[in-house]
């Protein structure tokens, strides 16, 4: 069973070490096209993006995963197309609201008329709607290999999307906006065609299931709101305070994470429907734990290196991105904590407790908020990552103790708290210190510390 766990692990994690690396020889060229204010304005667009998705699922997606493995195989299209309707007249209530409020969302963008964007905006919910849909199909008939290809399309797309457009009309945020929508199209055209049978495939609609499918997703609209807003609050704590230079040096700090990002999403994207499928089997508790214990493992070992080679990878950037080096370290408390809680706080899901969501969200973004209020004034950049890392940290043990209540499991959680405390100091060294020997002292001793936990 572990055997065939970790080919899966690798078949869907593959596709984005490969997307990384694709990145990697982009990220000069695309820094050197598009100044960091540029890119502060197009992750303001992705913001929006995300908040207007969560809207239009309406937790469909989330029902769907839920149900696949408790719906007959022939029964599974049908599934599909009860899920994806609801958010398909979502989505055009949601273009009207943008086409007429336009002037006000152009404001986040500089205050100037900004209808271009709201029409790709308008285009891009339409087809993420439907690129969600399809990628969630290969996710749960667990096809690893042809989700990594899609995430390598997606690379190649978008890099290239970001390209063509700065080089053939102008280098602003508009070509990043530009590259995302190439990229979710060229993604959901293809995995559409790998599964073209199971779209095609002739399924009545059923009132009573798209009720149900509303009844399970519907809580996961306010958690997932509150979750939009934990992990926005930073970006939109700079946007209040600083200008749109530090946002683009914060969102190229983020990229400094990457190797710890793809851990997050390669996991996330084969854990899911492994997890429900295991605890269908009734052999799921001792299973939750080890995976658990191993995955922390893995996640404090590439958390610790990525703040060890800070600044050797901000050198792939432009002059201008290299202060990013130092916003960083407290970064990888949020892949860290999202990763492990996949695992730990499952029972949640499993029992169909899905309102706790809300209850842990509102708590970890209730930190985020004070701590982005008393820092980011203070610090910038910097304070927006401290701010984070720590409402992440929340995140991980208010989920963690929730799970285990409604799904009793032993994890390991004194060693992994020893391990959080030992990392909260490197990165606080690393992110204030200013000595470069300090900075390398501390990664080591930590390291050292936690491996031997």
Known sequence: MYHSMIKSFFQFSAGS???????????????????PSEFGKASLYTLVLNLAMIGVLAGADQSFIRMFYETDQERRPSLLWNAIIPPLFLCGGVTVFLVCCRFEVSRLFGGIDQSLVVILLSFNLFISIFERFSVLVLRMKKRGLAFS?????????????????ALTVEKSFLAVIFGAFVSSLCVFALSFLLELKFWVKRCPLS????????????????????????????KLALRSYTSFEE?????????????????????????APVAYEQY?????????????????????????????????????????????????????????????????????NLKKRTYWHLFVTLISASVNFVGNLLLVPLYGAKGAAVSTGIAYIVFFYVGTFISRKVYPVSYSLIRFSIGVVILFVVATVNTFS????????????????????
């Open 149 to 165: 290809a899609l995430r390598i399309v997606w690379a190649l797309a978008n890099s290239g999307g970001i390209v063509f457009f």
């Open 17 to 35: 070490w490969i997307s990384a690396a694709i990145s990697f020889f982009t990220t000069p060229i695309t820094t050197y096209l598009i100044l």
């Open 280 to 348: 269908e089997n009734k052999d799921s508790k001792v299973f939750f734990s080890r995976v658990a214990k191993t995955i922390a493992g893995g996640m404090f070992l590439v958390s610790f290196l990525s703040i060890a080679c800070k600044d050797i990878i901000v050198l792939i950037f432009d002059n201008a991105y290299l202060p990013s080096a130092k916003t960083m370290p407290f970064m990888v408390f949020s892949p860290l904590a999202l990763t492990v809680s996949q695992v730990t706080a499952m029972g949640i």
């Open 434 to 453: 200013g000595s470069l020997t300090f900075e390398l002292l501390s990664v080591t001793i930590g390291g050292v510390a936690v491996f031997l936990l």
């Open 247 to 271: 946002i683009g040096l914060y969102t190229a700090g983020q990229k400094i994470v990457i190797a710890l990002s793809l851990m997050q999403v390669g996991f996330g994207m084969f854990w």
């Open 207 to 234: 009132i009573p299931k798209i009720k149900e499918i509303l009844g399970y997703g519907l809580p996961f609209i306010p958690a997932s709101i509150l979750y939009w807003l934990l992990s926005s609050m930073d």
